[in-house]
């Protein structure tokens, strides 16, 4: 996938330097799963806990199967605790370009294949000083990136920090037109911040032209409608999933033109809009 790392004994030794472990400039993302904490309480005062931790486990596990095969031949980081992720990749080129790629195209399809379970990523994507092995990570970056998360990243999306939407800006700048790939794998927020385009992952490349993964185009869908009928009577989580159906209608707007596209796809606008009644008088 990428610049083969170098290792010892079978373990990377990128952040290491004469055997002392050292900073490196490299991306790192902090990603979580949306309201899972609350998800969890839930599930045992409603008896599904059984039923939340098989449906978890078996796509987390196929998830992070997918993030070693990513990782395990490269320069990609990656740790995992319950619903947490780290995905680092330090600097091997003097403009980060590539390596800006690698990570987006892991975290973009992490996010995207838990989102068709149901599972809603929030995180952040930052660059800065890194260091990374085997047994911890340690630096600036992830702070940064865990503060995006948490601070910045408000609805389920993974938010780019500052330092990285310059380097997206310098990137765009080397090609001419809309030919850069940035211009569709990052979007920019109403606020001004920049995120992961991760419904993209249902673009295909055919031999003779692009299509459009309709199926899981659908599921995606059904996904945002079901968290949003969830969460209609909590309006805090509910803000959330309605800017989620935005984004996916903005995205049926951009793939209009693919033969496989109807618009019965896109979500519909009375399930995330806000519902007002009058008072009528108990009986």
């Not at 702070?143 to 310059?166: F, G, Q, R, Y």
């Not at 968290?227 to 995205?251: D, G, M, Q, R």
Request: hydrophobic share 35%; glycine share 6%.
């Amino acid at each position: 996938m990428t610049k083969s790392a170098h290792e010892k004994n079978g373990e990377k030794t990128d952040y290491f330097s004469a055997g002392k472990p050292v900073h490196r400039l490299s991306y790192c993302a902090f990603l979580d799963v949306l309201g899972f904490s609350e998800r969890i309480r839930t599930s045992y005062k409603d008896g599904t806990a059984n039923a939340l931790l098989e449906s978890f486990h078996k796509i987390l596990a196929k998830s992070i199967a997918r993030l070693k095969e990513n990782t395990d031949e490269s320069m990609l980081y990656f740790k995992s605790f319950t619903d947490n992720v780290v995905l680092a990749h330090p600097r091997f080129s003097d403009d980060m370009e590539s390596e800006f790629g690698f990570t987006l195209w892991s975290i973009r399809e992490y996010q995207f294949q838990m989102a068709l379970k149901g599972f809603f990523i929030r995180g952040g994507l930052a660059v800065d000083q890194l260091f990374m092995d085997g047994n911890s990570v340690y630096g600036m970056a992830l702070l940064t990136a865990h503060d995006l998360e948490s601070k910045v990243a408000v609805n389920p999306i993974v938010v780019l920090c500052d330092n990285t939407m310059k380097l997206v800006d310098k990137h765009i700048g080397y090609y001419s037109g809309e030919a850069a790939p940035q211009v569709r794998d990052v979007l920019k927020g109403p606020d001004g911040r920049y995120f992961l385009n991760y419904l993209t992952e249902c673009i295909i490349e055919g031999d003779d032209r692009e299509y459009l993964d309709a199926k899981s185009l659908r599921r995606h869908k059904k996904q945002v409608e079901s968290a949003l009928k969830a969460y209609a009577s909590i309006p805090t989580v509910f803000s959330k999933f309605a800017w989620l159906a935005e984004y996916h209608n903005y995205f049926c707007d951009t793939v209009s033109g693919y033969p496989e596209y109807n618009e019965a796809m896109k979500v519909s606008a009375t399930i995330c809009s806000v519902q007002f009644q009058r008072i009528t008088k108990k009986k």
